[in-house]
């Protein structure tokens, strides 16, 4: 048994520092919300509000913003992006082996601005954070906004404690934010849950 117990502790370290390896390769050091330019290049971004909607790309597992989306640049649909949303295109590189899309929306719903009106596309795993984002939109009621008990239970019950606190910190967020997703564009998402990563 005790053998048992520390070679799956190992396997576990082994796994994790081994999806932290492969997220500091695909991110390139650059995590958190940036501006893309004409270039797709990845400027920062200043949490400058504007009258005009902000595009915001969020990308899947184990990928990032060049990764899901760099194919676009030079193309009849990035000319139109960058005519229709100027300098308010926007690019949210993050962790999605080792952070949860609850962690992943905390530290996006931070770098954003008071009152930012978002269009947003997701790919795969990124439409879960782009959800997340749904359930506080500034249109939902206010009795309605984020999680409920049930799911919050629910969390607890499978012994995700750090998710419970992850959603007690957007509800302190979003009291002060007044952030509208007026789009969603969402792209192969596992919405509906997924076995990809069960028991693994």
Same mark, same amino acid.
Request: charge should be positive.
């Given at each position: 048994k005790i053998v048992s117990i520390f070679a799956k502790k190992a396997i576990s370290d082994g796994v994790t520092a081994l999806a932290t390896k492969l997220e500091n390769k695909q991110l390139?050091?650059?995590e958190g919300l940036f501006k893309l330019d004409e270039h797709f290049s990845l400027l920062p971004f200043d949490k400058k509000a504007s009258a005009k909607p902000f595009l915001l790309l969020? $990308? &899947?597992?184990?990928?990032? !913003?060049k990764g /899901?989306?760099?194919?676009?640049?030079?193309?009849?649909?990035? $000319?139109?992006?960058? !005519?229709?949303y100027g300098e308010n295109v *926007? /690019?949210?590189? $993050?962790?999605? +082996?080792?952070?949860?899309?609850?962690?992943n929306a905390v530290a996006l719903v931070k770098e954003l601005p008071d009152d930012a009106?978002? $269009?947003?596309?997701?790919?795969?795993?990124?439409?879960?954070? &782009?959800?997340? +984002?749904?359930r506080y939109n500034k249109n939902v009621e206010k009795k309605k906004k984020g999680f409920s008990s049930r799911n919050i239970d629910l969390l607890k019950k499978e012994g995700r404690e750090d998710d419970v606190e992850n959603i007690k910190t957007l509800?302190?967020?979003? *009291?002060?934010k007044n952030i509208e997703?007026?789009?969603?564009?969402?792209?192969?998402?596992? /919405?509906? &849950?997924?076995? *990809?990563?069960?028991?693994k």
């Open positions: 390139d050091s650059k969020i $990308h &899947g597992t184990n990928s990032s !913003a /899901a989306y760099g194919d676009l640049m030079g193309s009849d649909t990035w $000319h139109f992006i960058r !005519a229709t *926007l /690019a949210f590189q $993050h962790r999605t +082996l080792t952070e949860s899309p609850l962690q009106v978002l $269009h947003i596309v997701s790919h795969s795993r990124g439409g879960l954070i &782009g959800d997340i +984002l749904c509800n302190n967020i979003f *009291l002060k997703v007026k789009k969603f564009a969402r792209v192969a998402c596992p /919405a509906a &849950g997924t076995k *990809l990563a069960s028991e």
